[in-house]
Structure formats: structure tokens, C-alpha cells
């Protein structure tokens, strides 16, 4: 269906005579043709019923809108063959083709892209309030992914961990939601990735102010919702089959998933990852290697239109080295270690091997609710998460004992919800919800070293409440949200004799959020947001005291730091035409108590070695910026996007900049579809020197800027009984530049890795 006669439609329904009935337009119907579709429209992620949507039939041609709760009805429709197709502003169409014999009734899900509360960070084309190339960087991490929404970077240590950087906000300050539930694990390391399969997350979207304030987690800004395709109560069996290699590291993905929609419905997927050591362009990234083995699976039962459970299990194993040349055994060697431009312990050959230093990690998360809808204008949800989370460390250590774990930490998390959502009128609704968290977090015996972290015990209770008003050319939101957050941390003296000491933390935060949108034409609109957050001190920056093994360091905590407090005020532009968009936005984000990893300026050397000393320290910043996003399509077959991000960050305390705030990043990206099967893109991303520290601030001076080429060609086969083979070859770094990132800690060692020529090939049915 072409987006004029949609457009005519609408407005012809608009502008009838009552325009909150269903308007029916089109063809009179032949006297035969008596019977009836009817049904509900809702979003494909969160159920949210979708007004006014659009309903047309083609047997014979005619067309509704949707009521305010998203219910339709096309009567009068002709026996056999129908062709029904499904559209809402914001969403992708979807199509079904019937073979109409009688009656029948539906529920339709669309995947609806545009968030109306505008707090989506969007990427890709169109204000894509997801990332649509998850499925394509699966070969990779899950930052692979985040790195191209604009305003998110990475945090890196090496090849082995990356976690995501939004408006400047990383670490415990930056809330991950795996599947609905808060990502709880060893989240006090940097170099600690999210344990999350790239392969079962369909949707990565970033939301901020009042839909950020509804999921629990540490937060002061942003939060990173990593989420599955939903299950369906209708639809058949289906499934793929996935292989990608990596050149550089040799790296082999084999993923395969299945399952069926109905009333019970399901979805099993399974991957494994090999990888090697990746090659910097002069030298090989000696123990880079990762080993993976992950699980997931989905179960949906629709007991009736009123009433859905849902069951979520997810497995994650990996085993990853570090990078063996940030290892060093003695002062010396280290000062050399960092001046170098070939690390140590450098092989010239590659291997899958993986030695110590080391680092094997399991997830398990389990997650159960289910929905209840009294009536079309309540929802009730009652959830639960329960999570386990073993890791440990491998330090190269003296003797026969590399195999003995240096940390070993094993958690226990439990998450309980109730969630309650209220739909007012035809415009407006509210959002409540009650939390409780538990977390045991407890070092595993035989380590022969002091832990890093001390054992505790936290608490955490809280409740959301949301109002959202959503008219045609004015839409606000207000939310607010308190958390009561209680720790028990049991520490072990580092004096002698030893002895254990308990402390308790209690602390009260608060959080508020205000945003708006003016629709000033159908292609321009205003948004802007004013959040209040504060942030307890987590137990890491409260207790570290030892060797951060991932990063190379050791780390110091201070456990008379107090609670952060935020205050980000946003305003965005948006412009959408049908070949063209901009969305901008800017950012102004005051903290007090601003926590951050200070480097300090001498080394410590300990039994186990040499490393850089880090010190968790408080003080007041500011954080502000600004994010640009376009899309052009300059004609039928070419896109072109581009990405800009500006961040600075400033400690006002003491006067001079904050560390680990991102350098000025722009990306530019071009495609070509010669055919409907064809696409070949290129991409490249300019990386500038960060030069706003001080000498001081840093080991080594922040490393030049830099500019990096990936080009991709893509082929789909459609086959038939609707399957398809989807085939990609890329080339990462195509001119195998020699760079060192500045958020990457282990570019004090060694240089990024160099060029990947990788290939992917997908069977879907």
C-alpha cells in the first residue's frame, strides 16, 4: 500500500462525522460479502493498545480506524482471498494474507518504532528507536551495537569487555535491563561486559526522564533496554540458522533458533563463539582469545484475551583472556610496559589458547510474570527475577597456582514487582509500580588472596507512580520514584591481626522527572525534559581495596562517599520529511558528589605484581553536550546518515576536566540497494584526540585521534514457502589503521585491534 492513498484514507476518516467512531470508506460491498474481521491493535513491545490505527481490507477495498483502545472491525467483507494491511504512525505495516470463510477475530501486533514520550534515543533511519543492525553485529559484543546510536560510546578493556557510555554517564550510573529485568552481576568492574547473548536481543533501545524512572537500577540518566522479540498468540512455526566468522581473532558464531506462536507459544535459541587472538595491524594481541556457550529460552501462554503468563531463562558461559602484556611483574617493566609500542609477552603466532591472566564467567536469569487485564482500562503485571552470577579471575601467579582463581565471587539476586497501568481517557494514563531487590554477593573460598570486594547484603525498595497526558499537538509526562536502599558489607582488616568488621549503609534517593513535546507542523516538533535523580554509592566504589584484575589496576574505594545527585535538563528538535529527518538534541547535567576513578600518579607493587593505583573519589561536575542524527535519502536507491556526538564533562571541584568522558566522534554512513536484494554500505567514524585533560590526570597522554573504514555487501534470496538466505561480507578497519581508543583501558599496553574481513550467512523459515 502506497503512503498517499493511506494518507487519503486517514484523513478522509478524520474529518468524518464522528470522528471517534470507526469511519468505514471505500467500495459499497457486493450483497454476498456479510462477513467480518475484527479485533485489537497493540505495540509490539509493550502491549500498548495503538489508536486510531489504520485497518484496509482489499476484498473489497475499504478501510478503518481503530478506536482509542486500538479495537477495529471490517465488515461487509467477501468470502476467500484477503489481503489486510496494518499501519500506525511510527510503526512498520504489517500484512496478512487470509482465506476468510467465516467470522473471524485477531489480534495484531505492530512493531512500533516511535516512543510518543520522545525519552527513546533513536538510531538508524526514520527516528528507529532501536537498533536494527543487533541481529548483523551478533559475531560481536553487545556494545557492537550500541556504539551506533548516537550519543553512545564504550568503555572498554581490550577485546575481552565494553560496556556502553550514554551522554557521558557510564559504569553503576548507567542502568542495564535485560528482558524487563534490572542486569544484576559483578557490575563494579569496568571491564566487565553485560552477560547478555547478542543473538536473543531483537531491540536495543536507550530511554531517559520518565520512562527511565520505572525500572530499578542504579541510574542518574539513561537506561539501556536490551529486550527479545515478543512471543505471538498467532502465527506458525518458525526458525534460523546463523554462521558468522570474524577474521581477525578467527572467530566462529553458530547460532540456531526455533520456535512456534499460538496459544502456548515458544523460543529456544542456542550459541556457541571460538575466538582467537586478534592482531593489532603490527603484532598479535597475545591471550585475547573468548569462549562462549549461551541459551535462551521463551515461553508465552494466552489463556484468554484478558489474561497472559510469560516465562524467561536465559544461560551465559564465557571464558575470555586478557591481554597477557598488561601483566607486568615489577616497577620497571611496567613504566617500559606503557612507553612500548609492542606490548610484552607478544607471540608471532596466533592460538585459540587462553591462559592467565583470565577471566570465566556464568549467568543464569530466570524471569516469570503474568498480566491481567480486568477490563480495557487496568493491567495488572506481578513479576519476578531471580539471578545467578559466578565469577572468577585468573592472575598469572608463581608456581603451579595459575589455575587457582584469584577472585571468586558468586551472586544471588531476586527481583519482586508489581506493575499497574491505568488508561484514564482516550489521551491519558498512568504508570505505577512496587519493587523489592535482594542481593548476596559472597567471595568463594580458596583464593589464597584478600577479595577485592567484601561480601554484603543489600535491600532495596521502591515505587514509581507516572502520569502521561498525549494530545494530538501537546503531549507532557511527569513521573517520580523512590528508592530505599540498605547495605551490609562484611570486610576483612588488611592489617594485622585480621579482622572482620561489618558497616551498614542506609540511604533514601529520590527521582523526578517532567518532559514535553510540541507538534509544531506534521514534520517539526519540540521536546524537552527536566530529571531529577540521586544514586547511592555502590559497594564498589564504597570497599575496592586490591587488584582490579580486567583492568590492570588496583582500585581503593571510599566508604565515606555520599549520594550522587543529578539534575539533566534535555531540549531536542525533531524534523521528519519522507526522505529526510534530523533529530538534535542537547544536554546540560549538573551532579553533586560526582563519583569517578581518579589515576593516581605513582604505581604499587605487591607480591602479585606492578599495576597503575586508582582511587575512587567525590566531588561536584557538569556534563553537557550535544547529539545530531540524520538521514537523507538522496533518491529511491541511495541512504545516507550520519552520526555526531559532543561530550564534555568538568570537575568543578577541583577545576580541571573529569576523566573518561568520550572524544568528539562522528559517523558517516552510505548505502546503495541497486535491487530489492542487493545493499552494499559503507561507513566510516572519525575519532578526535582528547585533549581536555590535564598531564597529571593520566598515565600516558591521551592518544591521537583517528578514522576508521568499514565496507559491507549484502545478498537475500527469497525462497519459497516464505524463507530466506541472507548472506554479508564486511571488512572492519578495511585499511587496517594503527589506532589507540582513549576510553579503552588497555591502551596503556597495546593498539586496537587491525582489519576483520568477516562473513555471515543466515537460513530463515
Given at each position: 500500500m502506497?503512503?498517499l ?8 476518516s478524520l ?28 505495540s509490539?513491545h ?9 485497518v484496509?481490507?482489499?476484498n ?25 494491511t496494518?499501519s ?14 467465516r ?8 512493531h ?20 536494527p ?7 560481536g ?17 581490550g ?5 556502553p557510555?550514554v ?31 547478542p ?17 530499578a ?5 539513561a ?15 518458525a ?59 521463551q ?19 564465557a ?39 583470565r ?7 530466570l ?5 491481567f ?36 565471587l ?8 508489581t ?19 535482594q ?39 511527569a ?13 576483612i582488616?588488611?592489617d ?31 521536546r ?12 564498589n ?19 565515606t562517599?555520599?549520594?550522587?545527585q ?10 521528519s ?6 533529530n538534535a538534541?542537547?544536554?546540560?547535567q ?11 600518579p605513582?604505581?604499587?607493587l605487591?607480591i ?11 566531588g ?7 547529539n ?49 536484494n ?7 567514524l ?21 578514522q576508521l ?6 545478498r ?13 561480507a ?30 555471515r ?5
Amino acid at each position: 500500500m502506497k503512503k498517499l492513498p493511506v494518507f487519503l484514507l486517514l484523513l478522509l476518516s478524520l474529518v468524518g462525522a464522528d470522528a471517534g467512531a470507526q469511519q468505514v470508506v471505500g467500495a459499497r460491498p457486493a450483497t454476498d460479502c456479510r462477513l467480518t474481521i475484527s479485533g485489537r491493535l497493540l505495540s509490539e513491545h509493550d502491549q500498548e493498545p495503538l489508536a486510531y490505527a489504520s485497518v484496509l481490507a482489499s476484498n473489497p477495498r475499504q478501510g478503518v480506524l481503530a478506536d482509542d483502545h486500538g479495537n477495529f472491525a471490517l465488515t461487509a467483507l467477501c468470502p476467500g482471498a484477503q489481503t489486510i494491511t496494518f499501519s500506525h504512525i511510527g510503526c512498520d505495516n504489517e500484512v496478512l494474507t487470509l482465506n476468510l470463510q467465516r467470522d473471524t477475530q485477531i489480534t495484531v501486533y505492530l512493531h512500533h518504532h516511535d516512543n510518543y514520550t520522545e525519552t527513546v534515543v533513536v538510531t538508524g533511519k526514520n527516528n528507529v528507536s532501536y537498533s536494527p543492525e543487533v541481529d548483523l553485529l551478533a559475531t560481536g559484543q553487545l556494545s557492537n551495537a550500541l556504539d551506533r546510536i548516537a550519543g553512545v560510546s564504550s568503555l572498554k578493556a581490550g577485546t575481552s569487555a565494553a560496556k556502553p557510555i550514554v551522554d557521558g554517564v557510564f559504569g553503576n550510573r548507567l542502568s542495564l535491563q535485560n528482558n524487563g529485568i534490572a542486569q544484576s552481576g559483578q557490575q563494579w568492574g569496568n571491564d566487565h561486559a553485560p552477560e547478555i547473548d547478542p543473538w536473543v536481543a531483537a531491540y536495543v533501545r536507550v530511554v531517559e526522564g520518565v520512562e527511565a524512572l520505572k525500572y530499578a537500577g542504579p541510574t542518574v540518566a539513561a537506561t539501556v533496554l536490551i529486550e527479545p522479540a515478543p512471543l505471538r498468540a498467532t502465527g506458525g512455526a518458525a526458525g534460523k540458522v546463523a554462521y558468522g566468522f570474524a577474521g581477525n581473532g578467527r572467530g566462529h558464531t553458530l547460532n540456531a533458533r526455533f520456535g512456534k506462536s499460538g496459544k502456548t507459544a515458544y523460543r529456544v535459541s542456542a550459541t556457541g563463539k571460538l575466538s582467537g587472538d586478534h592482531r593489532a595491524p603490527d603484532y598479535y594481541l597475545t591471550n585475547t582469545g573468548r569462549q562462549e556457550g549461551n541459551a535462551a529460552l521463551q515461553f508465552a501462554r494466552f489463556h484468554n484475551d484478558r489474561w497472559t503468563s510469560r516465562l524467561y531463562y536465559s544461560l551465559f558461559n564465557a571464558n575470555i583472556g586478557v591481554l597477557r602484556g598488561s601483566h607486568i611483574g615489577n616497577l620497571t617493566d611496567l613504566a617500559a610496559a606503557i612507553e612500548r609500542e609492542t606490548p610484552f609477552f607478544t607471540d608471532e603466532a596466533f592460538s585459540y589458547s587462553i591462559a592467565s591472566p583470565r577471566q570465566a564467567v556464568s549467568h543464569h536469569l530466570l524471569k516469570a510474570e503474568t498480566e491481567f487485564r480486568p477490563n480495557e482500562d487496568h493491567r495488572l503485571t506481578f513479576r519476578y527475577g531471580g539471578q545467578l552470577n559466578n565469577r572468577q579471575e585468573f592472575d598469572v601467579r608463581r608456581g603451579d597456582r595459575d589455575d587457582q582463581a584469584a577472585l571468586s565471587l558468586r551472586q544471588l539476586s531476586h527481583l519482586l514487582e508489581t506493575a499497574w497501568h491505568h488508561e484514564i481517557g482516550p489521551d491519558r494514563h498512568l504508570d505505577a509500580s512496587l519493587q523489592y531487590e535482594q542481593v548476596v554477593n559472597d567471595n568463594q573460598p580458596g583464593t589464597g588472596v584478600l577479595p577485592l570486594i567484601p561480601d554484603y547484603n543489600s535491600h532495596r525498595m521502591a515505587g514509581y507512580l507516572a502520569y502521561h497526558q498525549e494530545r494530538e499537538n501537546f503531549q507532557y509526562h511527569a513521573g517520580l520514584r523512590y528508592d530505599y536502599q540498605q547495605y551490609e558489607a562484611i570486610t576483612i582488616t588488611r592489617d594485622l591481626p585480621r579482622r572482620v568488621e561489618r558497616f551498614d549503609h542506609t540511604f533514601h534517593t529520590l527521582g523526578a522527572s517532567l518532559e514535553a513535546r510540541w507538534t509544531l507542523s506534521p514534520a517539526t516538533s519540540l521536546r524537552s525534559g527536566l530529571t531529577l535523580r540521586q544514586r547511592a554509592p555502590q559497594i564498589n566504589e564504597l570497599y575496592s581495596n586490591g587488584l582490579h584484575q580486567g583492568v590492570s589496576g588496583i582500585e581503593e574505594g571510599d566508604r565515606t562517599l555520599r549520594p550522587e545527585q543529578s539534575l539533566k535538563l534535555t531540549t531536542g528538535l525533531i524534523f521528519s520529511r519522507s526522505n529526510f529527518s534530523l533529530n538534535a538534541n542537547l544536554f546540560l547535567q549538573p551532579i553533586s558528589n560526582y563519583i569517578f576513578l581518579e589515576p593516581q600518579p605513582d604505581f604499587r607493587l605487591t607480591i602479585r605484581g606492578a599495576f597503575p593505583l586508582f582511587l575512587y573519589r567525590g566531588g561536584d561536575a557538569l556534563l553537557y553536550g550535544t547529539n545530531l542524527q540524520a538521514f537523507w535519502q538522496p533518491a529511491p536507491r541511495w541512504e545516507v546518515d550520519g552520526r555526531l556526538a559532543i561530550v564534555r564533562g568538568q570537575n568543578r571541584t577541583e577545576g580541571r576536566p573529569l576523566v573518561f568522558m568520550p572524544s568528539d566522534n562522528l559517523r558517516l554512513g552510505l548505502t546503495f540497494r541497486p535491487t530489492e536484494n542487493w545493499s552494499l554500505a559503507a561507513e566510516s567514524l572519525f575519532v578526535r584526540r582528547q585533549d581536555r585533560l590535564d598531564p597529571e590526570q593520566d598515565f600516558q597522554v591521551p592518544p591521537p585521534g583517528y578514522q576508521l573504514f568499514d565496507v559491507s555487501v549484502s545478498r537475500v534470496w527469497t525462497l519459497p514457502q516464505n524463507r530466506t538466505l541472507h548472506l554479508r561480507a564486511a571488512a572492519r578497519n578495511v585499511l587496517n589503521t594503527t589506532y589507540r581508543d582513549y576510553l579503552d583501558r588497555q591502551r596503556y599496553f597495546a593498539a586496537a585491534p587491525g582489519r576483520s574481513i568477516d562473513l555471515r550467512v543466515s537460513y530463515e523459515w
